[in-house]
């Protein structure tokens, strides 16, 4: 394969990697709202709150849209970190997102989790 094509290839890998990344990013945002909104409206058994301490200070503050506001920053902050890194360190840029997808991942299905156990 010619360098062209590596670079093309690897370029392809961090593409995948930051769309999976922002995608368990948004699902992220979504769990948070659905929980707090069921919790708000009464439909849980139990009161949920953000557990962050700066994006409920931000929620607060500036409502849900400040809220989604928040994560996209630090989510698109993530991935132009990767994107930076990645001509220079590739597995490094990928496997920041791919720890980073795992991570948030792992949130999302905790909150999906915790809405079944608590209607």
Same mark, same amino acid.
């Given at each position: 394969?010619? #360098? ?28 948070? %709202?659905?929980?707090?909104?069921? #919790? ?16 409920? %200070? ?14 996209? $920053? ?5 991935? *132009? ?6 001509? %220079? ?5 990928? *496997? @920041?997102?791919? *720890?980073?997808?795992? $991570?948030?991942?792992? $949130?999302? $299905? ?5 809405? @079944? @156990? %608590?209607?």
């Amino acid at each position: 394969m010619s #360098s062209r094509g590596r670079q093309r290839k690897s370029r392809q890998a961090l593409e995948t990697a930051i769309s999976w990344f922002l995608l368990a990013c948004a699902l992220d945002v979504a769990m948070t %709202h659905i929980l707090l909104h069921q #919790s708000a409206a009464g439909n849980t058994t139990v009161t949920f709150v953000e557990s962050n301490p700066l994006a409920r %200070h931000i929620l607060h503050r500036w409502g849900l849209m400040g809220m989604v506001l928040f994560k996209a $920053v630090l989510s698109l902050l993530v991935a *132009g970190i990767a994107v930076v890194v990645h001509p %220079h360190r590739p597995l490094v840029a990928r *496997g @920041l997102l791919y *720890g980073g997808t795992l $991570v948030v991942g792992t $949130v999302v $299905v905790y909150s999906m989790r915790l809405l @079944l @156990l %608590h209607r």
